[in-house]
């Protein structure tokens, strides 16, 4: 199928405006669009009410190591790049010895055996060998600090910080697109200003982008975004609020003075942006919600701490710190077979059936899986959601993670979701507003030359989907299904993706 000619769509991102016209993919390029005569040695494809647009790119992904086995829930719904690499964790540098970054980072990457890269480039080596999709990574900075200090915390010497600077300086001068922060996981949490303000810095040098999980999204996101702004506008970086929201009923009311800082920053100059997830729920591991100097050591000391004096502080701490109800809160993963029953249910209703308040609970279940849960969290408001996927200033990303358990739903379907349930069922943003966020939006904002849009000479990479039908019936309770409407996706003009629905995937 060397040539692909896309009849009769309504070609989206190739211009001002969508307009019908044709497609025709050649040797992994668009090689020409508009009024295209019949071609006799071109496999056609009648796309008659069917939207031919760019593929879909994952401004936010954790499938930073799942990609690399060629898993396909990215592709079924149409996402053809991912930038990895996000909220503090990438897969390198990462060489022999690196038990301590494989620690800090597996829960998050779902990582299994002795996993790592030493350099950007080997790891965009493995994805472009063995990646369903295209990947673009950020150096993650949790990773960097544990690879040069390991689980410490705090502020580290000149020379390590120094060995940090060197080694983001070359993984970026090796391919990767940027760096990224985690503070709200240690031992990236203890990074002082100084430190980030450093790495800002090689990152603003380079020309690429800079991706923070900011400090804290409930009481404290207001401080926390004045930090990252202040470091942009210090260092010159381009800045990127990973998931922008406001954690929790109570914290609510701040989202739309944060979202009023991004704006005056941005008329001051400063290039910044944000993204978001299209769900009221988010997913994270449960060690988050401890008091971060709790994890100081890695995770035998902390399983240490929690069994020992130490224990009833850290319980009134994570008690007083959780901005959301503890019905909320559900378990998505626990990796022993003792609790894997408990996935998909509160913790509230967890812990009354255990007889504990549910700080305990979370104690318990951190000990008893030696750290290794997960949890869905349900954080913000459909109102707060609309002013976030509307706002000019937003990328919409999946952040999906991949979980032993049950996985939050916009692992398997945050796109179809976007375009179907926001764009045409609850009419929120135009359906060509909302392609722009998840095509040339992420394109232009990672410089992913020739993706993005529909343009002669750039990546075969299209999706063809029905603009009446697409969408994710991937839930909270079932979260494992394909999304509806996606007909066709090419990658480098092959197809990947064919027959219709999310469930035709063929050979990448």
Excluded at 88 to 117: K, M, T, Y
Excluded at 136 to 145: E, K, M, N, P
Excluded at 329 to 350: E, F, K, M, P
Aim: hydrophobic letters at 40%; one cysteine or more.
């Amino acid at each position: 199928m060397n040539r692909v000619l896309l009849r009769g769509g309504v070609l989206y991102g190739s211009g001002p405006a969508p307009a019908p016209g044709d497609l025709l993919l050649q040797d992994g390029r668009i090689a020409a669009m508009g009024n295209i005569p019949p071609l006799s040695d071109a496999f056609e494809i009648d796309c008659t009410n069917l939207a031919v647009v760019p593929g879909f790119i994952d401004a936010h992904s954790h499938s930073d190591l799942e990609t690399l086995h060629g898993c396909r829930e990215k592709i079924a719904q149409g996402v053809t790049t991912e930038v990895t690499g996000n909220c503090g964790f990438s897969a390198f540098p990462c060489g022999e010895g690196g038990a301590a970054v494989r620690e800090f980072a597996s829960g998050i990457l779902h990582g299994r055996g002795d996993w790592g890269w030493e350099t950007a480039g080997e790891y965009l080596l493995a994805a472009q060998q063995g990646s369903a999709t295209n990947v673009v990574s950020l150096v993650g900075h949790g990773t960097l600090r544990s690879w040069v200090a390991g689980p410490r915390q705090g502020a580290l010497p000149e020379a390590e910080l120094d060995r940090m600077c060197g080694l983001l300086a070359d993984a970026l001068a090796g391919g990767a697109a940027g760096f990224s922060t985690g503070l709200e996981y240690a031992p990236g949490s203890s990074a002082p200003p100084a430190e980030l303000e450093r790495l800002c810095g090689v990152t603003a040098r380079a020309g690429k982008v800079y991706a923070t999980h900011v400090r804290n999204y409930a009481g404290r996101l207001l401080e926390s975004l004045d930090e990252q702004l202040g470091l942009a506008r210090r260092t010159g970086c381009r800045l990127q609020i990973s998931h922008l929201q406001a954690v929790g009923g109570k914290t609510w009311h701040l989202q739309a003075r944060a979202v009023e800082r991004i704006e005056a920053a941005r008329d001051e100059g400063v290039d910044v942006m944000f993204d978001c997830y299209p769900y009221v729920a988010g997913s994270t591991v449960l060690t988050q919600w401890l008091p971060q100097r709790a994890l100081e050591g890695g995770l035998e000391a902390l399983l240490d701490r929690i069994a020992g004096p130490e224990r009833a502080a850290i319980v009134a701490e994570v008690a007083a710190g959780v901005p959301q109800e503890w019905s909320d809160l559900y378990v998505a993963s626990a990796a022993s077979g003792a609790n894997r029953g408990l996935a998909g249910r509160h913790l509230a209703a967890i812990a009354a059936e255990r007889g504990v308040e549910p700080a305990w609970l979370v104690l318990d279940l951190l000990a008893e899986e030696r750290g290794a849960v997960h949890i869905l969290e349900f954080n913000q408001s459909e109102d707060n959601l609309r002013a976030l996927l509307t706002h000019p200033l937003a990328l919409v990303v999946s952040d999906g993670l991949y979980v032993d358990g049950r996985p939050h739903p916009r692992l398997y379907g945050a796109f179809p979701h976007l375009l179907g349930e926001f764009s045409r069922r609850r009419g929120w943003l135009p359906l060509e507003d909302a392609l722009h966020k998840i095509t040339g939006g992420p394109a232009g904002r990672f410089g992913l030359s020739g993706r993005g849009t529909l343009a002669p000479g750039g990546e075969a990479d299209v999706v063809v989907f029905d603009p009446q039908n697409v969408g994710s019936p991937a839930t909270y309770e079932e979260p494992a299904q394909p999304p509806a409407g996606i007909r066709w996706v090419f990658r480098g003009g092959r197809p990947v993706v064919a027959g219709g629905g999310g469930n035709g995937a063929v050979g990448a």
